[in-house]
């Protein structure tokens, strides 16, 4: 019966061993499981996190792209188209106020670093809208809408000095964002800004000197605009 007990308790022994064992062969595989899920998971960050990255600069780049196609390239070509029809006066207000402007929109894109992709997507999309008034305007030149109206002048002036503007405000806005990637980022940007201008300047200089696309209006020295200005004579 001695023998029997002890023999009995040998077994009960290596029984639980062999469960302890296990138990812990269990806990081992566990980790590891959970260690490889873990890593699978960064992984899969570090992708996402990549691909985003990646996304956001090909929107950026492009914004850039158009920014200086139209701000160096189609506005600088259609600016007597536009603004001509109206009078001298409004045609030297817009040239004026959108440069004196200018140093405004880039003071004010100095607490903007951290603008999200949508909003500058949005100030680019009304730059845009203001630039097509623009475009419009001079298609039609030399009879556009409004012509005789001071609202006209007011739309037209308006549409110069926001248009400009807000280009000027995403360009420094885009590099403020970019300028956390590196270095090489920014020369990228560079590279954008000065094809977009390049690309900007021949395609207008195709339209207006080779297709002569617009019909520039003709302009006499003592010429007025619509705006209601009362010149006096000394």
């Known amino acids: 019966k001695e023998r029997q007990q002890i023999l009995k308790a040998k077994q009960t022994m290596e029984v639980e061993e062999m469960h302890h064992q296990h138990q812990q062969q269990n806990r081992l595989l566990s980790d590891q499981q959970m260690e490889m899920i873990q890593d699978d998971d960064e992984q899969e960050e570090e992708v996402d996190a990549i691909m985003s990255e ?69 100030e680019f999309a009304l730059a845009m809208l203001f630039t097509g008034y623009i475009v419009l305007i001079a298609c039609l030149s030399p009879t556009p809408p409004l012509m005789d109206h001071p609202i006209g002048s007011i739309l037209i002036v308006a549409s110069w000095i926001l248009s400009q503007s807000m280009f000027m405000r995403v360009r420094c806005v885009i590099a403020a964002r970019l300028e956390r990637f590196g270095g090489s980022t920014l020369t990228l940007v560079g590279f954008f800004n000065l094809f977009g201008e390049v690309v900007g300047g021949i395609v207008i200089f195709i339209i207006v000197e080779l297709v002569r696309f617009f019909t520039e209006k003709e302009t006499c020295g003592n010429e007025s605009s619509s705006f209601s200005f009362n010149n006096t004579n000394t």
Request: proline share 3%.
């Open 54 to 122: 990646k996304k956001e600069k090909i929107i950026l780049y492009t914004i850039t792209f158009f920014t200086t196609f139209f701000f160096y390239g189609i506005l600088a070509g259609v600016q007597t188209y536009s603004t001509l029809p109206y009078g001298n006066r409004v045609y030297h207000l817009a040239i004026n106020l959108s440069n004196l402007f200018l140093p405004v929109a880039v003071f004010l894109s100095i607490w903007s670093y951290s603008v999200s992709i949508g909003r500058i997507c949005v």
